[in-house]
């Protein structure tokens, strides 16, 4: 199946710092979503990017498709961006709708006051 | 409009007992899927689901486990004879015919 790696696996940062959390994945997909699960287990949804770039508030993302990977970029740090952030991949399928996601094992980031 | 429900929030099991997961999917949605995440590990997708069909359990364990996503009612996540490594968070997600999946809040099981 589908492989997804996250890097890096672990990121302490100061409060107001930037940040870039990468998401690389073995084969083309049809799907390509960024979550934030936060300290009380919730899974957030931050962005939905096949490919192209979109941004919300401090956060922006990138994903270059050919290229097989995704960037989720996180400025002007908060304590409240704690958390794990998820990358998740779905195959190409070609029945028809989408198909289950393939999660990495997400990057583990601390804000510091 | 409400996002994806699921109930209960917590769910504590003697090893033996079932254990039933419920899921409403968001309005318009006609996907669902269930995840779980074990400690120390990440999400892993288990099923895939639209109304009153399953249409990929390629990550579901073989044996205790099924799941339904009926034509009337939320979809079950159904667990008999739980044991002690059955005790995860269980994710619902749903989306519309092809895209975003939001998630639920999850459902915790302990198995005691």
């Known amino acids: 199946g589908i492989q997804v790696e996250q890097s890096p696996p672990d990121l302490i940062l100061q409060e107001g710092a930037n940040s870039t959390l990468r998401c690389n994945f073995s084969?083309?997909?049809?799907?390509l979503q960024w979550f934030h699960q936060n300290p009380w287990g919730q899974l957030i949804n931050l962005f939905y990017?096949?490919?192209g770039t979109k941004q919300n508030g401090r956060l922006s993302a990138t994903t270059v498709a050919t290229e097989r990977y995704s960037l989720l970029y996180i400025s002007s740090s908060q304590t409240t961006d704690s958390g794990v952030y998820f990358c998740a991949v779905d195959r190409s399928y070609s029945g028809g709708g989408a198909d289950g996601l393939t999660f990495g094992k997400g990057t583990h980031l601390i804000i510091q006051p | 409009n409400a996002g994806v429900m699921q109930n209960p929030r917590h769910l504590v099991r003697r090893r033996g007992q079932e254990a039933r997961l419920r899921c409403s999917p968001m309005?318009?949605?006609?996907?669902v899927y269930w995840y779980r995440q074990l400690p120390e590990e990440g999400l892993k997708f288990m099923v895939y689901l639209q109304k009153e069909n399953i249409i990929d359990e390629s990550g579901m364990p073989k044996e205790r486990f099924s799941a339904e996503f009926p034509k009337e009612g939320p979809s079950i996540l159904r667990i008999q004879q739980v044991v002690r490594g059955d005790s995860a968070a269980y994710f619902c997600?749903?989306?519309?015919?092809?895209?975003?999946?939001?998630f639920g809040p999850g459902t915790r099981l302990t198995v005691t």
């Open positions: 990017i096949p490919s």
């Open positions: 997600a749903s989306s519309p015919r092809s895209g975003e999946q939001y």
């Open positions: 309005k318009g949605h006609s996907h």
């Open positions: 084969d083309s997909v049809n799907n």
